[in-house]
């Protein structure tokens, strides 16, 4: 039997994703917050949509430097996850109250954040704003990640032991306070 549940809570269906660590930069100030609305839009050019609510600090910052880094952690940064998708930038300086490490970027001005699993570099090339979040679509142009961690596609479930498999697995939403990470491939 199914059960109707409440139009607010029927976004979380399209849970899990991945729970990314979006660094911007602008004026020399380095901002991150969590972002869990992410999504492919287009494989060539490649690009992503990032959905960011106006109220953000990092929304003025992306409107205005137009570039970004969407890191992608694993498990091990989970308190950090929750830190960054709580306080504001406006109000602290998350990097310092996380202790997380800003390593350079390659081809954006942007810094990534050294302890995630993986960095997607780019750009914005525009911005739509169909209800309460701001769709900033950004094309890719870099992707690096954990050599270990992923062969074409994230290599989740093939570590010696189920320690190992989820250090190397990007840590998923499901919504509100719970995450989760992936636990069996399935090969068709
Ligand atoms: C797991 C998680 C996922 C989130 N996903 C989004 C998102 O996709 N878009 C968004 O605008 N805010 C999202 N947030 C909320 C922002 O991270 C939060 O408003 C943050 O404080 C904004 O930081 P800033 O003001 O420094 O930019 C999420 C929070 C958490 C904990």
Avoid at 33 to 48: D, G, K, Y
Avoid at 100 to 111: A, I, K, W
């Amino acid at each position: 039997m199914k059960v109707e549940i409440p139009l607010s809570q029927a976004h979380r269906l399209l849970a899990p994703r991945p729970a990314c660590l979006l660094t911007t930069r602008y004026r020399g100030q380095v901002n991150v917050m969590t972002i869990a609305w992410v999504c492919p839009v287009s494989l060539e050019p490649p690009m992503v949509m990032m959905a960011i609510h106006p109220s953000t600090y990092t929304h003025g910052m992306l409107q205005r430097s137009e570039e970004a880094v969407l890191n992608i952690p694993g498990r091990a940064l989970a308190e950090q996850v929750a830190a960054c998708g709580e306080a504001s930038g406006a109000d602290v300086d998350k990097i310092a109250t996380t202790g997380l490490t800003l390593e350079s970027g390659h081809r954006v001005e942007v810094p990534g954040i050294a302890e995630c699993l993986a960095h997607i570099e780019c750009a914005v090339v525009t911005a739509v704003t169909p209800g309460d979040h701001t769709v900033f679509v950004a094309e890719i142009i870099g992707a690096w990640v954990e050599e270990e961690a992923f062969a074409g596609t994230w290599r989740c479930t093939q570590g010696d032991t189920p320690e190992d498999q989820e250090e190397l697995c990007p840590l998923l939403h499901l919504g509100g306070r719970q995450f989760c990470v992936p636990g069996k491939a399935i090969e068709v």
